[in-house]
């Protein structure tokens, strides 16, 4: 048992039985299944008793179905779709709205916490799910609960804490595709109610795409974690945990292989060698890679003032730098190369007053207040003779002409037979300064530009949420929270190699500040995120539940350089949810469920501006969705259970907004949203006796098609996966003292191709580029509790 556990348990002692008698009578009742306990309304409570949509994983579970990380996670979470290009690069969807933006200007939808600490930062929030005691995945609007950036939902990952005993543990294993993994903990105990405790985990693969220029095969993994908590319970009514985390991500590459321009002696196909480069002098000679370092120190403390009110603190410090360099046309040319250098640091500081005597009424108040600042710089490098040929129809365009009547301008000026849109023979002059100026100019073979966004973000949150028992079976809910924000973006683009070969003014592609100077522009924006919801035991095994929730993702302050002013601001996206759930809870299993019913005002997209290379966030009008998800737990024989999820989501842009204006992506599905989504998982124990024992974990995962624009159409459609299924399965051997483990595993068992992205920011070029899922994968480990 852990400190807070122990505080907890002093601080009920006499009030069990008159809290939610409900939930008590279940956890009383021998004949029924186990209910994982969960703490996503701020206290301990049965899953079956919490009126929101909530897919909990307990370590025991997470180690059944080998969830390592978020795409696991995503993959037996219903609703939930996680897309990782790189480790830099996640991005987290919930019902179809998604967080992937790395713009520091940019604000989230997908809440991700650490023992109740934003990681939500795109940058920042990928983490290795390590010694984890539970993850928590609340769907629909929850502001109210887990605050800014919350609008569709929220990930908690609780980390374990040290205890006053000594426990350690070792896992080793090996694969293909030159898979090496090691994970492992030991806890001290430092005294009786002090313990220290240590974890890591670090897992090594080869890129499983090969590039055809040679080097590192592309999309690799290379990623090391540790964490450090120290616990204590100085009294029986205080307790802290000191946590601190680490981890650094350096894989090779991401595969954006080209759907337009075959790869040397190869093809289109994404699943196979790609060809990608970069500059000798870009950004030092750096590789294709990340570089990426995540720290963070969490403070937590309780304190039971009495035997009705505790005291929450929440503190938290956090940081990140990455950086990414990435060949976005997917191709051999060396038309572009783009970097990403992003810093970030937040601080954070929550108290939260607790209030439950035992009676009807439990509930907490508290405020928030969250500091964060970040920067992202984008250095482009390009060759201009290749990037003439790719960029000639848009030339030949501010001419008022065609490609083929320039080229015969040229023939007529003595360059015959020049094919100009020909990036694999271009030709090597500037066609602006022959026309307009009637000068030979040559092209360069490395051209610099560089832009940068900031932000500076000061948010002040209050809050209150509470739960009033009016009958034994009927429950009340409701919460309201304020938020206040003064917000600072910045931004500048320059050249870094003088005039450009098209205008001969200050840039092509980025952005151009005045002298390249960082323009800046202030904001201060508030507004009430608000959730009712009611709980109704219809018998000691069915709870009832419906729910009504305001969601909001804050105002946005975006580095626009084609408006005067050289921002523009994009309202705050609105959501208003109706949700209407159930909770089974019978002998040999758990079925929960609910639909819901959600709709959108001022819905934020993210636009690559061609123009200007800039992402700029518009307002899309309005959206609606609704669907269902189910999720089922059922031990068919004292040696078998089953695990199985579905999901229905049906999400598209609406065919006008508040106004009556027709909306140019009317009817459009939202990107990462499968109309169906499945998952099965069977923990089967085949053989057992006093030598241990064998069991046998299959699992099967399924989505219908997905999106990968929100311009369903874009392309003539090709950005989209198909449906398409991943089975995977671990045969392991467990020594009878339960100290002793190995296991064979695999994943993606059939081999099946499928993309995990498609039209990335070659898309913006008219060269859509496609990355490729994760083969078939399959190694053995070995491992040992003490």
Request: overall charge negative; charged content about 20%; cysteine-free.
């Amino acid at each position: 048992m852990t400190f807070k556990s122990r505080l907890l348990t002093a601080a009920a002692l006499g009030l069990l039985t008159a809290a939610a008698p409900a939930a008590f009578a279940q956890d009383g009742d021998d004949e029924t299944m186990d209910v994982i306990r969960v703490t996503t309304q701020f206290r301990e409570q049965s899953l079956a008793d919490v009126p929101i949509n909530v897919t909990a994983f307990d370590a025991e579970r997470l180690e059944a179905l080998d969830i390592a990380d978020f795409e696991d996670l995503a993959a037996f979470t219903p609703g939930l779709v996680v897309q990782e290009q790189s480790p830099n690069n996640t991005g987290y969807s919930i019902r179809g709205i998604t967080t992937d933006s790395g713009e520091a200007t940019s604000e989230t939808r997908v809440a991700v916490f650490q023992d109740g600490v934003s990681i939500t930062r795109s940058r920042g929030s990928y983490v290795e799910l390590f010694d984890v005691e539970r993850v928590e995945v609340a769907k629909g609007p929850q502001p109210t609960l887990f605050g800014r950036g919350a609008l569709i939902g929220g990930i908690n990952i609780i980390q374990n804490k040290a205890e006053d005993e000594f426990s350690a543990s070792v896992e080793v294993g090996a694969g293909n595709e030159g898979q090496l993994e090691a994970r492992g903990h030991v806890n001290f105990a430092l005294s009786e109610d002090y313990g220290l405790r240590f974890a890591a985990v670090s897992r090594e693969r080869d890129g499983y795409i090969d590039n055809a220029l040679g080097g590192e095969g592309l999309q690799g993994r290379d990623t090391q974690a540790v964490r450090m908590v120290f616990s204590g319970a100085p009294t029986e009514r205080f307790s802290f945990d000191l946590i601190a985390n680490f981890q650094q991500d350096t894989p090779p590459g991401t595969s954006f292989k080209s759907g337009t321009f075959p790869a040397p002696g190869g093809d289109t196909d994404p699943h196979t060698a790609a060809a990608l480069n970069t500059f000798g002098g870009f950004e030092g000679g750096a590789p294709l890679g990340l570089d990426r370092e995540v720290r963070g120190v969490t403070l937590l403390a309780d304190y039971a003032l009495n035997d009705a009110w505790t005291l929450s603190s929440i503190t938290g410090w956090r940081d990140f730098t990455s950086v990414e360099i990435f060949d976005p046309d997917g191709t051999a040319l060396p038309f572009l190369t783009i970097g990403e250098d992003a810093v970030g640091e937040q601080f954070s500081q929550e108290f939260r007053l607790s209030y439950d005597n035992g009676d009807r009424l439990t509930g907490s108040v508290g405020a928030l207040w969250f500091t964060e600042q970040g920067e992202q710089r984008i250095p482009i490098g390009l060759d201009e003779r290749v990037a003439q040929a790719f960029l000639a129809p848009t030339l030949a365009a501010g001419f008022g002409a065609t490609v083929e009547q320039l080229e015969g301008l040229l023939a007529l000026g003595g360059f015959p037979g020049v094919d100009l849109d020909n990036p694999f023979n271009p030709f090597p002059y500037s066609v602006a300064a022959l026309l307009t100026q009637n000068q030979l100019v040559p092209l360069r073979d490395f051209y610099l530009e560089e832009a940068a966004n900031g932000a500076e973000t000061t948010s002040w949150d209050v809050f209150a949420d509470a739960s009033y028992a009016v009958t034994e079976r009927l429950t009340l809910t409701a919460g309201l929270r304020y938020t206040a924000e003064d917000k600072t973006s910045r931004g500048y683009g320059r050249s870094l190699s003088g005039p450009n070969f098209v205008t001969f003014g200050d840039t092509l592609i980025v952005p151009y500040t005045p002298n390249g100077d960082f323009v800046s522009q202030d904001g201060e924006f508030d507004d009430f995120t608000w959730r009712f919801a009611a709980s109704y035991a219809v018998t000691d095994r069915l709870n009832t539940w419906a729910s009504f929730a305001r969601g909001r993702r804050p105002d946005v302050i975006s580095v626009d350089t084609s408006v005067p002013s050289f921002f523009s601001e994009a309202p705050a996206e609105i959501v208003d949810s109706l949700e209407v759930g159930a909770f089974l809870t019978f002998d040999r299993g758990t079925v929960s469920g609910s639909v819901f019913h959600s709709e959108y005002e001022n819905f934020q997209t993210t636009r690559f501006d061609p123009n200007t290379v800039s992402f700029i966030t518009d307002n899309a009008g309005n959206a609606t969705q609704y669907g269902l998800e189910l999720q089922g737990d059922f031990d068919l024989a004292e040696s078998a259970n089953l695990f199985v999820s579905y999901a229905y989501n049906h999400a598209s842009f609406d065919d006008t907004d508040s106004q009556g204006n027709a909306l140019e992506l009317a009817g459009n599905r939202f990107r990462y949203a499968p109309e169906h989504a499945l998952a099965l998982g069977l923990n089967w124990e085949v053989a057992s006796g006093g030598w241990g024992s064998v069991s046998l974990v299959p699992t099967w995962s399924w989505q219908s098609k997905i999106f990968f624009d929100n311009d369903n159409d874009r392309f003539g459609g090709v950005l989209q996966q198909p449906s398409y299924g991943l089975l995977n399965a671990r045969l392991r051997y467990e020594s009878a003292d339960e100290r002793y483990h190995a296991e064979l595993y695999g994943s993606n068992l059939t081999d099946e191709d499928y993309l995990i992205d498609a039209g990335n920011t070659g898309g913006s070029f008219g060269i859509p580029t496609f990355i490729a899922g994760a083969p078939l994968l399959w190694g053995v480990r070995i491992g040992a509790d003490f």
